[in-house]
T-cell receptor
Framework: KAGVTQTPRYLIKTRGQQVTLSCSPISGHRSVSWYQQTPGQGLQFLFE???????NKGNFPGRFSGRQFSNSRSEMNVSTLELGDSALYLC?????????????FGPGTRLTVL | AQSVTQLDSHVSVSEGTPVLLRCNYS??????LFWYVQHPNKGLQLLLKYTSAATLVKGINGFEAEFKKSETSFHLTKPSAHMSDAAEYFC????????????FGSGTQLTVLP
């Protein structure tokens, strides 16, 4: 089975711009979660989508949003970029078969905001 | 609420010697616990997970962890370190029934000396 894929792998943007990141989960997985990783804050949960609905949300401003399509692929969008948004954004998918589910992570998208 | 504390930000060992990475958790519910590893510029790979079936959990690449409820600990061990083990390791907790929202520790950077 192919793993979680994320595109693009690297992005450079300037302050004030917006960006869209894409995630394709493992085939058959319906849950997709997003995480932000920075040296200062570590790994933080952004949100989780299941069957095209946001099911959980972390403590991030409304500039961070996402969506999920009927094929379970997910996108996250960051509007009005700030320097502090520079981070590795990781996507993870799971089969959502129960509470002991494992999340499988993609390689991440490295976003640099100048 | 749930949280994870990784007691060492950096650990150095010599190749062929044992590895011990320490993790304490706090959870109001019965937790699921995970160890993930991240190699440079890569995503997160699952090493092992605890889901209450057995307190001693064996993972990939010779790693194992023991769940000790009385000590609220979930330390990661390996009998003999290999150069390829050099990476960052994350202890992760999720609340039973909500496995899709993970709370990460701050990470332990493992260095393996020749």
């Amino acid at each position: 089975k192919a793993g979680v894929t994320q595109t693009p792998r690297y992005l450079i943007k300037t302050r004030g711009q917006q960006v869209t990141l894409s995630c394709s989960p493992i085939s058959g997985h319906r849950s997709v979660s997003w995480y932000q990783q920075t040296p200062g804050q570590g790994l933080q949960f952004l949100f989780e989508y299941f069957s095209e609905t946001q099911r959980n949300k972390g403590n991030f401003p409304g500039r961070f949003s996402g969506r999920q399509f009927s094929n379970s692929r997910s996108e996250m969008n960051v509007s009005t970029l700030e320097l502090g948004d520079s981070a590795l954004y990781l996507c993870a998918s799971s089969s959502d078969r129960g509470w002991a589910d494992t999340q499988y992570f993609g390689p991440g998208t490295r976003l640099t905001v100048l | 609420a749930q949280s994870v504390t990784q007691l060492d930000s950096h650990v150095s060992v010599s190749e062929g010697t044992p590895v011990l990475l320490r993790c304490n958790y706090s959870s109001s519910y019965s937790p699921s616990l995970f160890w993930y590893v991240q190699h440079p510029n890569k995503g997160l790979q699952l090493l092992l997970k605890y889901t209450s079936a057995a307190t001693l959990v064996k993972g990939i690449n010779g790693f194992e962890a023991e769940f000790k409820k009385s000590e609220t600990s979930f330390h990661l061990t390996k009998p003999s370190a290999h150069m390829s083990d050099a990476a960052e390791y994350f202890c992760v907790v999720s609340r039973t029934g909500s496995a899709r929202q993970l709370t990460f520790g701050s990470g332990t950077q493992l260095t393996v000396l020749p």
